[in-house]
């Protein structure tokens, strides 16, 4: 259990409805799609359509619709805004960075025996990178709380703990706080603890501020192999190696407001994490062509496995008092390794294709985020039973569609992403609209696409009080381009 404890310390930075390690959970196992501007542009609605790199990403069968080898890259922007709304008071702020959408290769190889009337037609092997999520943003969140104060959770976890155990476990938060004077110990004989604004007869209030800006993305580096039978059915597989980092810097500040609380003026708690490390993957998808007009596609997704996701995590805090003294602690750099495995994924997908004028496609998903699992499972007994509580299976839905004039496409999409929380616990449902347009040649193409993504999520500050809830709108908007040549 100590373990478990160690990696609950950073709560603080991003504390929610849950705490920080189903956080993880669940950040890490939620994809915004990504791909190629073409995929993307029909809102990511691709598992019966492909012969586009995204295929590799989510179901390979489509890798086997390629009658020629391919390259193509896609570089992407992205601009992230969040609106907060806290106690009545609105703000907000916006981060945005270039990143690589997809790289890759596909070669295709014709089958020797193609002219002696094989059924297998051709074959094909692809590489390359496709992005999965972005984690850069910045938030902020102001207003007052006429209700409480960081200070009473932290009095709360300190009560029973001699001042000379407090960050023994590795709980920094309470430790630096005793160090800055903000908590103290109100009766010795059972360390009982309490702060000056908990003394008080009324609770005066106090104005809260926390502002955190992350960064970081889930990658996707794939080898996959594909096979066509007969033009009407084809198969596929990929290998899948996830990069993962986050990282993440909060500050939270509390003052006091109109000089009401005696002794305390301002308090200031800055934390800092890094989590990185490599999932492995596995996918497997086939397309039926049922009618020229008509494929269906399924593909099944392994959970990712992450071997010894490292995190790194430190902490400072400095208060200030109506007499002029000024406080600092800094607690020791921490270190924590973890395993993880996210949920099993299922896509069905179906594409109606309208001669040469176009197509139209959906994609069905599920999920059960309630399945996502950390490891080793004797130090996380009761966070995965909080996960298996408090998550979900949830479906997404995203329909996508593309018209043809001569060698220009014009494209469009909407995805639905159903939330992850069970009933009560939180929103989290997400909409997808995409637009798109390309142009094709025998031998290049060019394609752009843009997207707006947006997410509606509660956002506690500390605690689970309703007084520390804020609700949180995320909003994504991508300008995507891709470049690909045939040969």
Do not use: C
């Amino acid at each position: 259990m100590k373990k478990l404890v160690v990696l609950l310390i950073i709560i603080a930075a991003t504390t929610t409805a849950i705490a920080q390690n189903e956080v993880d959970a669940l950040r890490f196992s939620r994809y915004q799609f990504g791909g190629t501007a073409r995929s993307v542009g029909m809102g990511g609605a691709y598992g019966a359509v492909g012969a586009d790199f995204s295929s590799l990403s989510t179901n390979p069968a489509g890798m086997a619709l390629y009658q020629r080898s391919e390259v193509s890259f896609t570089p992407s922007f992205v601009s992230t805004k969040v609106a907060s709304t806290f106690n009545g008071t609105n703000s907000d702020d916006s981060k945005s960075n270039f990143n690589i959408g997809s790289i890759g290769a596909v070669l295709v190889m014709q089958n020797q025996d193609s002219r002696s009337n094989s059924d297998w037609k051709n074959f094909q092997f692809g590489f390359g990178y496709n992005r999965l999520a972005n984690y850069n943003s910045n938030y902020l969140i102001t207003g007052t709380n006429p209700k409480s104060s960081l200070l009473g959770q932290y009095v709360n976890w300190a009560n029973g703990v001699a001042p000379a155990n407090l960050g023994v476990d590795g709980s920094f938060d309470t430790q630096l706080a005793y160090n800055d004077s903000l908590i103290y110990v109100k009766n010795k004989n059972s360390n009982i603890y309490s702060a000056d604004i908990l003394d008080l007869a009324t609770f005066p209030g106090v104005y809260q501020t926390k502002s955190i800006s992350t960064n970081g993305y889930l990658g996707e580096t794939v080898f996959a192999g594909s096979a066509n039978y007969q033009d009407r059915i084809y198969f596929g597989a990929s290998l899948g190696v996830v990069a993962l980092k986050y990282e993440e810097s909060a500050t939270y500040t509390e003052n006091d407001n109109g000089n009401k609380i005696p002794f305390f003026n301002y308090l200031n708690k800055f934390d800092h994490q890094i989590i990185k490390g490599t999932g492995i993957n596995l996918k497997l998808g086939v397309i039926v062509r049922a009618t020229d007009w008509l494929r269906l596609g399924a593909a099944v997704h392994t959970p990712t496995l992450y071997s010894k996701l490292n995190i790194d995590y430190y902490s400072t805090m400095s208060a200030t008092y109506d007499n002029g003294f000024k406080a600092d602690a800094s607690s020791p750099l921490g270190q924590y390794t973890f395993d993880m495995t996210t949920p099993l994924k299922f896509i069905g997908s179906a594409a109606f294709i309208i001669g040469k004028y176009g197509l139209i496609s959906a994609d069905y998903e599920m999920v059960d985020y309630s399945k996502a699992r950390l490891n080793p499972a004797a130090d996380f007994t009761n966070a995965n039973q909080r996960i298996q509580d408090k998550y979900k299976s949830t479906s997404n839905i995203r329909i996508g569609g593309e018209y043809r004039f001569g060698q220009i496409s014009f494209r469009g999409g909407y995805g639905f992403y159903g939330s992850p929380y069970s009933s009560g616990v939180n929103n989290g449902k997400a909409d997808l609209v995409s637009l798109g347009i390309g142009y094709k040649t025998q031998n290049y193409f060019v394609d752009f696409a843009y997207t707006n993504y947006s997410m509606t999520e509660d956002y506690y500050l500390y605690g689970v009080d309703a007084s520390n809830k804020s609700s949180l709108k995320t909003t994504n908007n991508t300008l995507m381009a891709t470049f690909g040549l045939k040969f």
